[in-house]
């Protein structure tokens, strides 16, 4: 998201609470969003992916809406309008290719009408099949989990995404040995499966209101946590969609510091610290042990700043539109053990792992398998879900070994606060042997996550195994 | 941030926004007032947190670390020339064109690099150090303006390699690092009567509002950017991007003689003799030796016609002629290797040298100085 980005959604912000004393704010949303899948979306090497990426994401979440729909009941007339509405947008962006100067929404020229509307089609045609054959089945919901979660392993596994790649410039008739996991970049779509797979989650057990499609869309595609989050609830989303919070003063105040100040972590700080942040080939020119680590504390720095610094602006501009978007940070750098700093960082997607994953597992297993010991059951689970949530970044052996590292010591930290708890042992007091403790720990837990960020900023084992040996001035 | 008891108002709001705008507007007035900037290109982190760079920042590829400004001040500040000079140095500073600076060579690889670590000794015994502040882009006014800010740094001696290409008339503005230092550039015209016009199109002057703050925000990021890349370039020693590979210079060549339509022959006029004599006059008492730096000369198509894709024989004949005559004349300690290195020594222009053609040409000036090697 760049700078003209924020201000056209800061302004568009403004305007959906003020025009017409607010009655305008919920088609804003709805319309600001659609519009902002196709500006967001970056240009890509293969031709008109650009648009149809965007066009696949509405279509995702119209077809998600569909199965989610309960049994027996048939789209509202208002549903009809808004997904008449949807495809009538997506066709105008497509026919903005003959607007000369006026074009392009999206970053390339679109395809032509011709090519875009037998699509269209198609969604509609899936939706109209969903709603009469599949609507209120829960399997159906179980079916399209598996498919999203399988379309993100296709988007986060190189050789799939590489194939992906080469069946895509085949059907553009594009050079396919160019074929390259580059090509395929989707904008938010890892967000926008996780708020999909949330609702369908919910759907199968009985926890999903009834969303009308423009609360739906709404709230999967809102334009402020489109790209990076936070990751939101549907009910919550949906309460504040119906009824916003108050546009007072003091409101304004605080979504406007709020953005003032992510504008400032992200593109004054991370941009900043982005020019000197450890990665592959600054690793291998680099000949200094301490330069490294400044590399290496650059990195660590810089990943907080921008992603907190993001999050702070969609919060605030969700804050001008009455949405209080779930914080996504709490000082994370700044807390004494390893559970409170994955209480802090990236709060929402966290959540969403324990409600989806953690939480029934573990419920399963210690149903299932009654005599094992609860650590063990602890521990697998929280490795499983922190390898999860590594691989979410990407199915590399690193992201992998990340996500273990992470477990590992979330295990640990476990452990040692169960025996802590057992021997009676005083929390960390106020005093002045308390407060130094509290540093220390600090300090530990900040180095503990800024060394495994190695595996985040390198791209191999071996060149990760490489700088910290060099790091620690073995090499 | 207010309370969840005391809720903002819309004065206070009002209140902050009007600050905000004040603020704002007295900032940049003050900013556009002061000019501060070339005081700001002072505070670097350069020689102190990390080494001074070897060589003038160049370039806007973000793989070199590197980028290209105009600040001539954060320009020197970030030179590893600003640190103080030891007292048993002989400060010796290399100008010149993208040859000097090095194209396509590794800092050490540089005429100046290899010069400084030969382990060099002057007469009087001290230890020669040698100070690279070459510049790529082809003009002996720009080489003018930074001889005139580096004559600070206390120089014992400035070797100036020069070619023809930095001696056309219509080079001589040509070189934004002039374009965007009007009044540096004018002063130097009028200290030196020299044939320029100071009220060249060619020259960057902003307007009021482009020196206020917002005016000169990429002025300012650049220096922050300069001094940001300083963790760079002290943890890998990178500053300029390497490509994979270039194409030699061209052996076969076109018909075509003209010189910037000159005429034929030339004169000590038509070219930017002036510059360099105002060079010589500025550095005073500290003596400066020119040399005429090598040049790829070609056997291919129409060598005859052409010494090389620069320049047509008749115009480099005629450039040497006239600044052996006004060496001679004037006194100038002036040196002409322009054939002293091979063609299979020239990388991807007919003047940027390798490694190895640069340490031959390192000898020969060393040579000539009559320095010796350190015991």
Not at chain 1, 108 to 115: F, H, N, Y
Not at chain 1, 301 to 329: V, W
Not at chain 2, 179 to 186: G, L
């Amino acid at each position: 998201m760049q700078l003209i980005h924020i201000a056209a959604f800061t302004t568009a912000a403004l305007l959906a609470r003020l025009a017409g004393g607010g009655r305008w704010r919920n088609p804003i949303i709805l319309i600001g969003s659609l519009i902002a899948l196709f500006w967001l979306q970056p240009a890509t090497p293969i031709r008109n992916l650009d648009f149809w990426f965007p066009l696949a994401t509405f279509g995702l979440t119209a077809l998600v809406w569909t199965v989610t729909r309960p049994a027996g009941t048939r789209p509202a007339r208002a549903d009809w309008i808004v997904l008449a509405g949807g495809l009538a947008l997506i066709l105008a962006v497509s026919l903005s290719r003959y607007a000369g100067p006026l074009c392009c929404l999206t970053a390339s020229r679109p395809p032509q009408p011709w090519l875009v509307a037998p699509a269209l089609l198609v969604v509609g045609l899936l939706g109209f099949a969903i709603v009469r054959f599949v609507s209120g089945r829960k399997p159906a919901a179980l079916i399209a989990v598996l498919l999203l979660i399988g379309l993100l392993i296709v988007l986060k596994l190189d050789p799939l995404t590489r194939a992906a790649s080469a069946l895509l410039r085949g059907l553009m008739e594009q050079s396919v040995e160019q074929a390259s996991a580059l090509d395929i970049r989707w904008l938010g779509i890892s967000y926008v499966a996780f708020r999909l797979i949330h609702v369908l989650r919910d759907y199968q057990g009985d926890r999903l209101p009834d969303l009308r499609l423009s609360e739906f869309v709404s709230y999967v595609l809102f334009f402020p946590a489109l790209t990076a989050g936070p990751i939101d609830r549907a009910d919550r989303f949906v309460a504040e969609y119906r009824q916003p919070l108050p546009l007072t003063w003091d409101t304004v105040y605080q979504a406007g510091s709020r953005i003032v100040i992510g504008l400032f972590k992200k593109y004054a700080l991370a941009d900043t610290l982005a020019l000197i942040a450890l990665d592959d080939m600054r690793a291998a020119q680099t000949h200094s042990t301490l330069w490294l680590w400044v590399m290496l504390y650059g990195f660590t720095f810089r990943i907080y700043l921008d992603f907190a610094g993001y999050s702070d602006i969609a919060i605030g501009l969700g804050r001008l539109l009455g949405i209080t978007l779930p914080e996504n940070f709490d000082r994370p750098y700044g807390k004494p053990n390893l559970t409170e700093f994955w209480n802090s960082w990236h709060m929402s997607l966290a959540t969403w792992f324990r409600a989806y994953y953690f939480h029934p597992l573990s419920r399963a297993l210690i149903r299932r398998f009654k005599r094992l010991p609860t650590p063990a059951i602890i521990a697998f689970c929280q490795m499983t879900t922190m390898m999860l949530v590594g691989l979410w970044h990407g199915i590399t052996w690193n992201f992998l070994i990340w996500g273990a590292w992470q477990g590992i010591g979330l295990f640990a930290h476990n452990r040692w606060a169960a025996r802590q708890r057992a021997r009676a042992t005083a929390p960390v007091g106020a005093s002045s042997s308390g407060r130094l403790r509290r540093v220390v720990n600090v300090l530990l837990t900040f180095h503990f996550f800024l060394l495994s960020a190695v595996w985040f900023a390198l791209s191999s084992p071996a060149a990760s195994w490489d700088v910290y040996l060099r790091l620690f001035g073995v090499k | 941030m207010a309370s969840d008891s005391q809720p903002i108002r819309r004065g206070s709001v009002l209140r902050v926004i009007a600050k905000a705008v004040v603020l704002f507007v007295v900032v940049n007035l003050a900013f556009a007032l002061a000019d501060p900037l070339p005081l700001i290109g002072r505070v670097s982190v350069y020689n102190w947190l990390v080494p001074g760079r070897e060589r003038l920042p160049f370039g806007e590829n973000p793989a070199s670390y590197n980028l290209s400004l105009f600040q001539l001040e954060a320009m020197f500040a970030s030179h590893e020339i600003a640190r103080p000079k030891a007292p048993d140095e002989y400060r010796v500073l290399v100008l010149g064109d993208s040859a000097v600076w090095g194209i396509l060579l590794q800092p050490p690889e540089t005429l100046a690099g290899q010069m400084d670590a030969a382990g060099y000794v002057a007469a009087d015994e001290r230890v020669v150090r040698v100070y690279n502040l070459g510049h790529p882009t082809s003009s002996l006014t720009k080489d003018l303006l930074i001889l005139s800010d580096a004559l600070r740094y206390d120089p014992d001696l400035i070797v100036w390699l020069v070619t023809l290409e930095s001696l056309p008339p219509e080079k001589q503005l040509a070189s934004p690092i002039l374009q965007h230092n009007p009044e540096a550039v004018r002063d130097l015209i009028a200290a030196h009567a020299l044939d320029l016009d100071p009220a060249d199109p060619a020259f960057v002057n902003p307007t009021f509002w482009e020196q206020t703050l917002v005016g000169q925000r990429r002025a300012l990021a650049d220096v922050i950017r300069l001094n940001v890349y300083g963790v760079m370039w002290a943890g890998t020693g990178v500053d300029q991007f390497y490509p994979e590979s270039y194409d030699r210079p061209a052996n076969d060549l076109e018909a075509d003689v003209d010189f910037y339509g000159l005429p034929d022959p030339l004169t000590a006029g038509s070219l930017a003799f002036d510059v360099l004599a105002a060079g010589i006059e500025l550095a005073g008492d500290v003596p400066v030796v020119l040399v005429n730096e090598p040049i790829f000369i070609g056997d291919g198509q129409n060598s005859d016609l052409r010494y090389n894709f620069y320049f047509p024989r008749w115009a480099y004949d005629d450039y040497r002629q006239i600044m052996a005559d006004l060496a001679a004349e004037r006194g100038w300690r002036y040196l002409d290797v322009w054939d002293a290195i091979p063609p299979s020594e020239f990388t991807n222009s007919a003047i940027h040298l390798t490694p190895e053609g640069t340490n031959q040409l390192m000898r020969e000036i060393a040579d000539w100085l009559g320095w010796a090697e350190s015991k």
